[in-house]
């Protein structure tokens, strides 16, 4: 998050023209590959945040009944396959495409000064409500004793690194994006501590909410298997029936689906700011630039509304690709100079004394500890599912590691051909002469 902030208040460009101007080589396809993945997240998060909008609306007007008795499962079918979908996909991106064609930067920031206040009071009223049902506390217990097993498992490792990228934002090219409106004077490592801190505690209060109202609920070993499910799952299958159970289950479920609401549109803003701002650095227009991107979303996105299976194969496939975003980025920084990143990038002015400056950990970690970490987890990866899965080199299986490398290939070998019409065609700020 440091890396990226820096990067984009000393570049003023977006991720394609970051990594096109940034360093001694020229990496523009680099650049392009962490737009990429960004952009495939638009396309399939749309859908899902189109969900909680269905969800919201069907138990504010008292359909919570219809998924009881087991009947979750058959609603949620009914509504993948009704067409209504594709309608529901597109409110929260022609939402969010409204703030950014009609707001521009500042919209986007009106709009998140008062969502993310409000998504996390949400959350803690949740929470408490959550924490308060008899049987609460064995939630609260699965949820923070450690299970030291899980560490042997690649898969732990993995889940876990996407989640913090996925949760922080880390990784995606979106804090770069946004730090081309920064002042020069930004103070870059206060502003990234307060982030990470503040999305830490939203998270364990999204827990709280969550986690002790499957236990309240459900007996002990059932609960277990439950969270087990993925999150698509829990959240859209098994949570409403367990709302039916609950008191004041016909108020909490609104208020959840609500509270999803203002997570996802709080995510898709930046996700579309961030091609919006690639199309911009080839000289469109901010307007015409927000069209392309809300009518491509809506146009790539339907693959994932009509099939559970590729919406499935898309999250992992590009869920697994923020991995590849970090260690581009290392490469990048490392290839500038990781000393010198930190002297003359992050810091850019001496005399600015009074913010919060990054010590010489900075270059330890980004020269050894992010490459190692990178080597690690995809040589664990690549050992397990050659030993242990027969078809891990399949790229049509939905999720296997044959089709994150078929389809990370495949971009990363047509965007390094382009590299150089890449390099060419971005723009710099100054250039598409834009204002805030």
Not at 39 to 65: D, E, N
Not at 258 to 286: H, K, N, Q, W
Not at 335 to 357: A, C, D, L, N, P
Not at 392 to 421: E, R
Request: charged residues 15%; proline residues 3%.
């Amino acid at each position: 998050m440091i890396a990226e902030y820096s990067i984009g208040r000393k570049t003023r460009e977006g991720v394609i023209g970051s990594f096109a101007r940034f360093g001694k080589k020229n990496r523009a396809w680099m650049g392009g590959f962490v737009a990429l993945v960004a952009t495939a997240v638009l396309f399939y998060y749309s859908v899902i945040a189109g969900w909680c909008f269905y969800y919201f609306f069907t138990t504010l007007g008292g359909g919570l009944s219809e998924m009881a008795h087991g009947g979750a499962t058959d609603f949620f079918m009914a509504f993948t396959g009704s067409g209504l979908e594709f309608i529901f996909m597109a409110i929260p991106l022609l939402i969010v495409g409204a703030v950014v064609y009609i707001g521009g930067v500042r919209g986007i920031e009106k709009m998140n000064s008062f969502m993310v206040p409000t998504l996390f009071l949400l959350l803690v009223f949740a929470a408490i409500i959550a924490c308060r049902l008899p049987g609460a506390m064995e939630g609260v217990k699965y949820l923070f004793i450690p299970k030291w097993e899980y560490l042997t498992n690649y898969k732990t490792w993995i889940a876990a690194l996407t989640q913090s990228a996925w949760s922080t934002g880390a990784g995606f090219g979106l804090y770069l994006t946004y730090a081309v409106y920064v002042s020069d004077d930004e103070d870059i490592v206060t502003n990234t501590i307060l982030t990470g801190v503040g999305n830490n505690i939203a998270s364990i209060f999204a827990a709280l909410a969550i986690i002790p109202t499957v236990f309240a609920v459900l007996p002990i070993g059932e609960a277990s298997e439950v969270l087990s499910k993925s999150s698509v799952g829990l959240t859209f299958l098994t949570l409403p029936e367990l709302f039916l159970k609950m008191p004041l289950g016909s108020f909490f479920a609104p208020l959840f689906f609500l509270t999803l609401i203002f997570a996802a549109l709080s995510s898709l803003i930046s996700l579309v700011e961030l091609p919006v701002r690639v199309v911009m650095d080839f000289g469109v227009t901010r307007k015409r630039a927000v069209v392309i991107v809300i009518a491509s979303a809506m146009l790539f996105g339907s693959a994932s509304a009509m099939s559970l299976d590729f919406l499935d194969n898309q999250d992992f496939v590009w869920g697994q690709g923020l991995i590849i975003s970090g260690i581009f980025l290392a490469i990048l920084i490392i290839s500038y100079g990781t000393t010198k990143f930190r002297e003359e990038v992050i810091h850019q002015e001496e005399e600015m004394k009074t913010h919060v400056r990054v010590g010489g950990w900075f270059d330890t970690v980004v020269t050894y500890v992010i490459p190692a970490e990178f080597t690690a987890i995809m040589l664990w990866w690549a050992y397990e599912a050659v030993t242990n899965e027969p078809s891990w080199w399949n790229p049509f299986v939905v999720k296997s590691l044959g089709t994150c490398l078929f389809q990370w290939g495949v971009a990363m070998w047509i965007l390094y051909m382009l590299n150089d019409l890449l390099k060419k065609r971005a723009r710099t700020h100054e250039e598409n002469g834009l204002s805030l």
